[in-house]
């Protein structure tokens, strides 16, 4: 009975540790997307309100009344080399003319191929994700729900953040939700480097 009773006690034990990583990891995947979505839409929406002097829920990115096409509505720094400028640009997603063919229907393709990557991330997310890949997988997954409810509410993403570095001025128009992409891409990268290798120095250790 002593040995079953301890035995049903580890049980619990080791149940327990398990569920609260997991509640821990749930909580720090969601964190993580909700605080991009959110500081991503508040200044989209402030820098909508600058240029209509209010916030509408739904509308197309045509009727908004935006400054001349990359029209500067103030700098945000200015080093020797490096300079930080605020646009209001409307990105339709056709940059270099790609999909061009799709024509009005290329809205509502890039909703839905939006939506089915993010389902897809969100599910590997929550069910398979190994301890690494939990934080840069959740900055893709809150920068791509942020551009998406762009979409959705506009038919457009808001871009403006225009990056001059010794003068060169050619860069995309970008937003903070890019920038979480792009960031969460490069640390995935990075910690599936350090995974792989310290994988293998445990798998040398063990051989010999």
């Known amino acids: 009975m002593d040995f079953l009773y301890l035995l ?4 619990v034990v080791i149940f327990s540790k398990a569920e609260c ?6 909580l720090k995947i969601i964190s993580v997307i909700f605080g991009v979505v959110i ?10 309100h600058q240029v209509m002097h209010t916030v509408p829920a739904f509308i197309s990115y045509s009727a908004v009344p935006v400054p001349p096409q990359g029209a500067i509505l103030f700098q945000a720094f200015d080093f020797s080399w490096l300079s930080l400028y605020i646009h209001f640009l409307w990105n339709t997603g056709t940059a270099f003319s790609l999909f061009r063919a799709l024509g009005h ?31 840069p997988l959740a900055l893709i997954v809150g920068g791509a729900i942020g551009n998406l409810i762009d979409r959705v509410r506009f038919g457009a993403v808001v871009d403006y ?5 010794f003068g060169w001025d050619k860069f995309p128009t970008f937003n903070f939700a890019d920038m979480c992409v792009v960031i969460g891409c490069g640390l995935y990268l990075i910690s599936y480097v350090i ?7 445990e798998l040398t250790s063990k051989e010999k």
């Open 195 to 201: 995974y792989t290798k310290k994988q293998k120095r």
């Open 161 to 165: 953040l225009h990056v001059s570095i």
């Open 8 to 11: 049903l006690c580890a049980h």
């Open 105 to 135: 229907a290329l809205p509502i393709v890039l909703i839905i191929l939006t939506g089915a990557i993010i389902g897809f991330l969100l599910y590997y997310l929550f069910k398979r994700a190994h301890k690494y890949e939990c934080i």
């Open 39 to 48: 500081v991503d839409q508040i200044i989209k929406g402030w820098l909508i």
């Open 21 to 26: 990583h997991m509640k821990h990891k749930l």
